[in-house]
């Protein structure tokens, strides 16, 4: 590592993952390891002669952390009690506890819990961004200025939750069919409809290290999908064991302008992900953004240390290194 990390107490806190808190299957599925992840991270953290402590997020946290006393935490808490949206309360707690910490700060995760806004946000510093409608009811009339295919995700929940193969409506009886099921299924979301961007799908990491910002950038090959609009659906994701997505370098110096401007713009700190397509006139346009994208080593298959590893020699241990210094520089 580039630098060595003078600390002695370091906390993993991650969210407390119990089948009972969350409101669908697929939502917990999403988390189901996030203490398996996290006490991996908690491992090579030890690796650095650094005492180390896993925290659940739950009632039990505030206590536990004035008790350990770290000089950092590794923040990697995406629900509290199965809500998605609670995991912005983190920052804030170890801000009142004046512990430094990896990652976003309060305001930017919980404005990541909101992609019509965040969409909205770069679209005003000039980052392409799909046509958009946010829905929270099915009988909402649709802007004449939307154009078929249009693609219904989720506004407020991540991690492919909600998108399946039926995500894509051609008419409009098809669109509200499926907005009101995801309505239903999960009512405090709202939904999202956009145009569907046919094209290469990207993922685009930044990771900060000093003043400067590293991108790491892959495409998403998908190769065994029978459907003409290929997505990222919570299937290919989670579900099967050869998922039928492989990955390549990704190398385009204008994107990786537009994702810094983007990073910027969303207030984000320490590292984030974005996820774009490439339309058929080569433009790039950013379909999500992930303050505090999922970390976790190499062997939890993560994307973001997979990409960093497989395209850019970055080891682990680096990666993990940045993160954490980026976390003790962060004023907040």
Request: charged share 25%; hydrophobic share 35%.
């Amino acid at each position: 590592m580039k630098k060595k990390i003078h600390l002695k107490k370091i906390a993993v806190i991650c969210s407390d993952v119990q089948k009972k808190y969350f409101p669908t299957l697929q939502a917990y599925e999403t988390e189901k390891y996030a203490l398996r992840d996290a006490k991996r991270i908690a491992y090579y953290v030890t690796q650095l002669g650094i005492a180390t402590k896993v925290f659940p997020a739950n009632n039990r946290l505030l206590g536990g952390l004035k008790s350990f006393r770290p000089d950092l935490a590794i923040n990697v808490v995406d629900s509290i009690g199965g809500i998605d949206s609670k995991a912005a309360a983190i920052p804030a707690v170890l801000e009142f506890l004046t512990i430094p910490y990896t990652g976003c700060n309060t305001a930017s995760i919980a404005m990541g819990y909101n992609k019509y806004l965040v969409k909205q946000l770069m679209d005003e510093q000039g980052v392409p961004v799909p046509k958009g409608q946010l829905f929270t009811d099915y009988t909402t009339p649709l802007k004449r200025s939307l154009r078929f295919p249009l693609i219904s995700k989720l506004n407020s929940i991540h991690g492919s939750v909600g998108l399946s193969d039926d995500s894509i409506s051609d008419n409009e009886t098809h669109l509200r069919k499926r907005i009101k099921s995801l309505v239903n299924e999960y009512p405090q979301s709202g939904v999202l409809v956009e145009e569907y961007i046919k094209g290469k799908e990207i993922s685009v990491f930044i990771v900060e290290e000093n003043e400067k910002k590293h991108v790491y950038m892959s495409e998403d090959i998908f190769t065994h999908s029978k459907n003409p609009y290929t997505i990222a659906s919570f299937e290919f994701r989670w579900i099967n064991d050869n998922p039928g997505i492989s990955m390549n370098k990704y190398v385009n110096g204008n994107l990786e302008l537009l994702a810094k401007k983007a990073f910027n713009a969303l207030g984000m700190s320490g590292y984030g992900k974005f996820d774009i397509r490439k339309d058929s006139k080569g433009v790039h346009r950013f379909i999500d953004a992930n303050p505090n994208p999922a970390f976790a080593p190499p062997e939890s298959d993560s994307p973001l240390a997979n990409t960093a590893k497989n395209f850019y020699a970055v080891p682990f241990p680096h990666l993990l290194s940045m993160i954490v210094q980026s976390g003790l520089r962060a004023k907040r």
